[in-house]
Antibody, heavy 125, light 110 residues
Framework: EVQLVESGGGLQQAGGSLRLSCEAS????????MSWVRQAPGKGLEWVSS????????DHADSVKGRFTISRDNSRNTVYLQMNSLRAEDTAVYYC??????????????????WGQGALVTVSS | QSALTQPRSVSGSPEQSVTISCTGT?????????VSWYQQKPGKAPKVIIY???KRPSGVPDRFSGSKSGNTASLTISGLQAEDEADYFC??????????FGTGTKVTVL
């Protein structure tokens, strides 16, 4: 069974930094990409960042580019989101999600098939 | 990276069918057959109910179905049940490990 457990959320002042962690289990971590998706209070889902299985490819939403950095440590089965220069509009629940799925025939699909429980980040202005 | 467009809300009586549209662009929905749909209930993480436009993960009832035409994808719930009341989000892969979500649709069972 796939499990994703986030940690590191909390309250931070605008301009400050936080690092989220997501520890994964139940699948071969280094084979698959991982993503962060956030949801502001009462709002919809927003893709934030993704990283490839080997960590060589990353991308970020324009809203966080230059401020947030996704990384991973495959020896620890953990993906990170370093958030700098935080703004009030970054206040959200941040979900870690497994990005992609191989079926029994080895066919790959892009989807978020497993999600963590979410980590609340609150940025005070 | 503009959000995909969904209706804010749809509603239907039990056993009726409802359809939610998801309109993107040639760069996302129109270019990739990696459209997925997520159901989210209050206080819970999203759950995938459709992927690759029309595939259902194991355990998802067959009353949920998906399709795509051009830059617009659709989710249909046939035979609406009380437990289907939730928020629904579409999502499209956009290449190079990027994704874009829809604006979200609240489904109300009357």
């Amino acid at each position: 069974e796939v499990q994703l457990v986030e940690s590191g959320g909390g309250l931070q002042q605008a301009g400050g930094s936080l690092r989220l962690s997501c520890e994964a289990s139940g699948f071969t971590f280094s084979n698959l990409g991982m993503s962060w998706v956030r949801q502001a209070p009462g709002k919809g889902l927003e893709w934030v960042s993704s990283i490839s299985g080997d960590g060589r490819s990353t991308d970020h939403a324009d809203s966080v580019k230059g401020r947030f950095t996704i990384s991973r440590d495959n020896s620890r089965n953990t993906v990170y989101l370093q958030m700098n220069s935080l703004r009030a509009e970054d206040t959200a629940v941040y979900y870690c999600a497994k990005a992609g799925l191989y079926d029994v025939n080895g066919y790959f699909s892009w989807l978020f098939d497993s999600w963590g429980q979410g980590a609340l980040v609150t940025v005070s202005s | 990276q503009s959000a995909l467009t969904q209706p804010r809300s749809v509603s239907g009586s039990p056993e009726q069918s409802v359809t939610i549209s998801c309109t993107g662009t040639i760069s996302n929905v129109g270019d990739w057959d990696y459209v997925s749909w997520y159901q989210q209930k209050p206080g819970k993480a999203p759950k995938v109910i459709i992927y690759d436009v029309s595939k259902r993960p194991s355990g998802v009832p067959d009353r949920f179905s998906g399709s795509k035409s051009g830059n617009t994808a659709s989710l249909t719930i046939s035979g609406l049940q009380a437990e289907d009341e939730a928020d629904y989000f579409c999502c499209s892969y956009g290449g190079s490990y990027t994704f874009v979500f829809g604006t979200g649709t609240k489904v109300t069972v009357l």
